[in-house]
Antibody
Framework: EVQLVESGGGLVKPGGSLRLSCAAS????????LNWVRQAPGKGLEWVSS????????YYADSVRGRFTISRDNAKNSLYLQMNSLRAEDTAVYYC??????????????????WGQGTMVTVSS | QSALTQPPSASGSPGQSVTISCTGT?????????VSWYQQHPGKAPKLMIY???KRPSGVPDRFSGSKSGNTASLIVSGLQAEDETDYYC??????????FGGGTKLTVL
């Protein structure tokens, strides 16, 4: 079964750090771009970051650039999101998602076909 | 980059068709043919329904279709069924290596 499973969420104080992980199974991980998308409680979806299959292309939303770092380990079929200098507005469910298509401008996928169940990150004192 | 604009709600009766709009600018929807639509049931992960404006991934019923005119994209759901009642989100490539989502639309089947 094709699957993504996130972990690492929790409660952290403002200014703190957290590292999210996403374990993949059921597909050839190294050939797909991967992404993080978040959803604040009761709110809509927000794109956070994307990474190409070979890590040649890495992109961030303006809201997290300089604070978050996306990475992947193709040998371990895992995606990561290192989150530093966390703020209250980073509170959300964080989903990892697999890239589906090819965007000639983005140079990776902009549509996501497989999503994890999400992991909750709460930033509060 | 501002979020794309979707109506908060839409509704239709079983068997009817309903259209959900997603309005952006010439820098996102109007500038690229990279609009996607996602369906999200409460407490669940989003599901890809449409990509590249009008393409359907395998397994998505052909009752779901997409289109674009100028700076506005649309998701059309025909032959409404009770199971279609949930939230829908659009997204678009916005240039400069950015993706943006809409605020979401709650579809009610009357």
């Amino acid at each position: 079964e094709v699957q993504l499973v996130e972990s690492g969420g929790g409660l952290v104080k403002p200014g703190g750090s957290l590292r999210l992980s996403c374990a993949a199974s059921g597909f050839t991980f190294s050939t797909y771009s991967l992404n993080w998308v978040r959803q604040a409680p009761g709110k809509g979806l927000e794109w956070v970051s994307s990474i190409s299959s070979s890590t040649s292309y890495i992109y961030y939303a303006d809201s997290v650039r300089g604070r978050f770092t996306i990475s992947r380990d193709n040998a371990k079929n895992s995606l990561y999101l290192q989150m530093n200098s966390l703020r209250a507005e980073d509170t959300a469910v964080y989903y990892c998602a697999r890239g589906y298509n090819w965007n000639d401008h983005f140079l990776i996928a902009d549509a996501f076909d497989i999503w994890g169940q999400g992991t909750m990150v709460t930033v509060s004192s | 980059q501002s979020a794309l604009t979707q109506p908060p709600s839409a509704s239709g009766s079983p068997g009817q068709s309903v259209t959900i709009s997603c309005t952006g600018t010439s820098s996102d929807i109007g500038g690229y043919n990279y609009v996607s639509w996602y369906q999200q049931h409460p407490g669940k992960a989003p599901k890809l329904m449409i990509y590249e404006v009008s393409k359907r991934p395998s397994g998505v019923p052909d009752r779901f279709s997409g289109s674009k005119s100028g700076n506005t994209a649309s998701l059309i759901v025909s032959g409404l069924q009770a199971e279609d009642e949930t939230d829908y989100y659009c997204s678009s490539y916005a240039g400069s290596n950015n993706l943006i989502f809409g605020g979401g639309t709650k579809l009610t089947v009357l």
